[in-house]
């Protein structure tokens, strides 16, 4: 069984930065893909980030610029640095990990508020 814990979250200003971890501990064989996830009140969970095992990396349209996905390995973690960030990032956000056997677990959310 594997286990993700989730840290960092809390309030913000607009224009503030947080920085989400999230690491993963258990029967850990090898990890593939890293992924931040959120879910805003009232609408429907949306991906983030994606950084592979190659370290490649994709995000959210509305968040280029201003989030960076990264991975330590000999960790087992991974990290969303959040810049200048909004009102509208306002919500929960779930780190996801996907393993080369393909089973994938998700961890239990952070709550990030971004408000004066």
């Known amino acids: 069984q594997v286990q993700l814990v989730e840290s960092g979250g809390g309030l913000v200003q607009p224009g503030g930065s947080l920085r989400l971890s999230c690491a993963a501990s258990g029967s850990i064989l090898s990890i593939n893909a890293m992924e931040w996830y959120r879910q805003a009140p009232g609408k429907e969970r949306e991906a983030v980030a994606r950084?592979?095992?190659?370290?490649?990396?994709i995000y959210l349209q509305s968040v280029k610029g201003r989030f960076t996905i990264s991975r330590d390995n000999a960790k087992n973690a991974v990290y969303l640095q959040m810049n200048n960030l909004k009102p509208e990032d306002t919500a929960v956000y779930y780190c996801h990990v996907r393993f080369e056997d393909g089973v994938a677990y998700w961890g239990k959310g952070a709550l990030v508020t971004v408000s004066l």
């Open positions: 950084i592979t095992s190659a370290e490649s990396t």
